[in-house]
């Protein structure tokens, strides 16, 4: 059984950033696809960016945060990481880690692939 441990959210001020760590048990994260999410109020949960598994590691991003976001990974911290830059109040939203044994290339981005999720973790971006 995976258990995720999404945190790190807080406020920002638009153009700045935060840092989102994925902590991960039961598990190790170079053998699991995993993918961060947000979901904003009433909107449906949207795909940010994923991460494949082992020594891969391809990357995929969303069109709205390419070149704005990174995500990486700590194989000896068993973390995944979302650096999160020049952030707009767009950006605000709950951000779900999430992780699946299995990838899905062009679909990272659909929630239904992932099965395992952290708990979400609140950003906040103010003009």
């Known amino acids: 059984q995976v258990q995720l441990a999404d945190t790190g959210g807080g406020s920002a001020q638009a153009g700045g950033s935060l840092t989102l760590p994925c902590a991960a048990s039961?598990?190790?994260?170079?053998?699991?696809?995993m993918g961060w999410f947000r979901q904003a109020p009433g909107n449906d949960r949207e795909g940010v960016a994923a991460i494949y598994r082992g020594s891969d590691a391809t990357v995929y991003y969303a069109d709205s945060v390419k070149g704005r976001f990174t995500i990486s990974r700590d194989d000896g911290k068993n973390t995944v990481y979302l650096q999160m830059n020049t952030l707009n109040p767009e950006d605000t939203a709950m951000y779900y880690c999430?992780?699946?044994?299995?990838?899905?290339?062009?679909?990272?981005?659909?929630?239904?692939?992932?099965?395992?999720w952290g708990q979400g973790t609140r950003v906040t971006v103010s003009s």
């Open positions: 999430a992780a699946s044994p299995r990838c899905f290339g062009d679909n990272w981005y659909r929630a239904v692939h992932y099965i395992y």
């Open positions: 039961g598990y190790t994260v170079n053998t699991l696809c």
